[in-house]
């Protein structure tokens, strides 16, 4: 079976052609730190339409990807974003899936607006993060959408940021356990963790800690970015291969690449040492059994 990248990122167009004219009209404040070059030029956030995600997939051999919203500081910004996602996988249904983006302050008119992207397709919810958005794991509208999401069957992505890692601009920390007390919190609902947890798969060493985690997966989002390709053996002997999913992040830009590309984020992956099962298992099946994809 072709390989499902369970994190790919699609902006709007007019994001891509002026992204701090784009944030700023929107209050889109740490987008616009986290998109910018940084401070010696380098450009790690790159820019592709469908057209392009789609000649990049089948270069690299990428069956299916998982659109995933963004952690948006503003609801209005959340409901454009779900827009455009559905306007995409209505036209690629075969080769795009996507999940919605949300933030609780807008109340009654954001839990609609989940309604609306479950009748348009979209099947899930992510790529949030509470400490980005302006809001606590106890927000009661928040709550609200985790039970929407256990109900429906969605799986929800959330943002975790290594505690230990490099400092950039717009990086949140991420609270671990605030993260373990969630996924415990909420065992109908199949979370998918993504950065690699922030490193929670290595904590699961711990009884406890595994126990609070046995409904979460880890995506392998930005790995290149971040690690080198010992950190796939490393956590598939922490926790199976059954749970880890791949991600790219794509179409963010490592170090050395200078146009969006799959094949640093799968190398990751396929230079793991993985053997061929548990590797199938990431690149595609647990994926596919995850988010129901035929």
Not at 255 to 269: I, K, Y
Request: glycine content about 10%; hydrophobic content about 45%; charged content about 20%.
């Amino acid at each position: 079976m072709g390989i499902v990248d369970s994190h790919v990122h699609l902006f709007p167009e007019a994001a891509s052609a002026d992204p701090q004219g784009w944030a700023a009209a929107r209050g889109e404040h740490r987008w616009a730190r986290m998109v910018a070059p940084r401070a010696d030029g380098r450009q790690v956030q790159g820019w592709a339409g469908v057209e392009q995600m789609l000649r990049d997939m089948d270069a690299a051999g990428i069956e299916r990807v998982i659109l995933q919203g963004w952690y948006w500081e503003t609801p209005t910004t959340c409901a454009e974003h779900n827009h455009l996602m559905a306007a995409a996988i209505s036209a690629h249904p075969d080769r795009l899936s996507a999940v919605a983006t949300f933030h609780p302050v807008g109340g009654e008119s954001a839990l609609s607006s989940l309604r609306r992207a479950r009748d348009l397709g979209l099947v899930g919810l992510g790529e949030l993060c509470p400490e980005a958005q302006g809001y606590t794991h106890e927000d009661p509208v928040f709550e609200r959408a985790l039970t929407l999401a256990g109900d429906w069957g969605w799986p929800v992505t959330m943002h975790v940021t290594e505690p230990a890692g490099r400092d950039y601009p717009g990086r949140v920390e991420t609270p671990l356990m605030k993260i373990i007390e969630l996924v415990r919190a909420h065992p109908e609902v199949r979370f998918v963790l993504a950065h690699w947890g922030g490193l929670l798969p290595f904590f699961e060493m711990n009884a406890a800690v595994a126990r609070s985690l046995a409904n979460a997966c880890y995506d392998t989002a930005a790995s290149p970015l971040i690690y080198g390709p010992e950190i796939a053996r490393a956590v598939a002997s922490a926790i199976g291969t059954e749970r880890i999913l791949f991600g790219s992040d794509y179409p963010i830009l490592p170090r050395g690449v200078a146009v969006p590309t799959f094949e640093p984020f799968l190398r990751v992956v396929r230079d793991g040492g993985l053997l061929p099962a548990g590797l199938e298992a990431v690149l595609s099946g647990n994926a596919r059994r995850l988010y129901r994809l035929r």
